[in-house]
């Protein structure tokens, strides 16, 4: 009977944890699949965003709060999202796809030591504190309060996000762009300043993810090497340049990972193996993945 009345908290705990993870997830991804799908770019750069944003929040949220330094963070990664792309990758526009990427990757590493050289190589926690460090009695169990609020901050984002896309002028441009930018821009649409502005919030949701990951696991120069990998695994999954995709691919693979490592004996192990082979089922299935279409949203 005891072993019975454990299952389904167990179960529905996970699937918390899951969300949680799965959140994180889909707020880079999101910010990934929005450059790749308009600009073509794959920015490998999106990982540092993530560390830089972790680590701002770390900095400034013992001064200014945890909220108020997860938005700064954000906003520190938009700005530095947008001065690269117009100051770098821009003169890259034109040239093999290749450039871009090793460019990236290149700002990537830079990056990573930058981090090392303001924050040194050793784990860092940050916890909750107030009433975020409590916990809320969901009937189950009593599930931290700051995991409740990740899945909150990620849904209204996300619904932003999506309003912004549907409704706005900006939102229209993103979606015609991702068909055929070289059109967009013979309408007169300014491309060069929508790049700027897309790749800002790219990096914005990127450095979002960071500050909200950064009270709930140890924060560390390679974080971003880690989440980078899951992120370009849920693109695939979930097929690039969809919002949806992004959104259910990080959610589901969230949940593997984490009844994988709850549920499975020894499934520690075998979690950061889960999101690659369900990717490559998937790439069986469905060669441009869940979501994947011709345009954003589509």
């Known amino acids: 009977m005891s072993y019975i009345a ?13 969300l949680t993870r799965g959140m994180l997830y889909v707020l880079l991804a999101l910010g990934l699949n929005i450059i790749l799908g308009l600009m073509g770019v794959i920015n490998f750069s999106h990982g540092a965003f993530f560390a830089l944003g972790a680590y701002i929040t770390f900095t400034l949220s013992s001064r200014i709060g945890l909220f108020p330094a997860i938005l700064v963070a954000a906003l520190c990664m938009a700005v530095l ?18 450039h871009v990427l090793m460019f990236t990757f290149g700002m990537f590493l830079i990056f990573v030591q930058v981090i090392r050289k303001v924050w040194g190589d050793t784990p860092e926690p940050l916890s909750p504190s107030g009433f975020l460090a409590g916990s809320v009695n969901l009937g189950f169990s009593h599930y931290p309060t700051f995991r409740l609020v990740v899945v909150l901050v990620t849904v209204v984002v996300l619904v932003l996000v999506y309003l912004m896309l549907v409704r706005t002028n900006l939102g ?30 790219g990096s914005l ?5 960071g500050g909200l990951e950064a009270p709930l696991y140890n924060i560390d120069p390679n974080m971003g090497a880690t989440y980078i990998i899951i992120a370009f695994l849920v693109v695939i999954v979930g097929g690039i340049g969809s919002f949806w995709g992004a959104v259910v691919g990080g959610l589901i693979i969230g949940l593997l990972q984490e009844f994988t490592v709850q549920l499975i004996p020894g499934g520690s192990s075998a979690e950061d193996i889960v999101p690659f082979a369900f990717m490559l089922l998937i790439l069986l299935l469905r060669p441009r993945g869940l979501f994947g279409t011709e345009g954003l949203f589509d």
Do not use: W
């Open 6 to 18: 454990i299952v389904p908290n167990q179960i529905a705990e996970t699937v918390f944890d899951g």
């Open 81 to 98: 999202g947008m001065t690269m792309e117009s100051v770098f990758i821009r003169r890259l526009y034109g040239r093999p796809p290749e």
């Open 172 to 201: 229209l441009i993103i979606r015609a762009g991702t068909r055929d930018s070289q059109m967009v821009s013979i309408l007169g649409i300014n491309m060069p300043l929508t790049f700027t502005v897309v790749f800002g919030l």
């Open 205 to 209: 949701l990127g450095g979002l993810a």
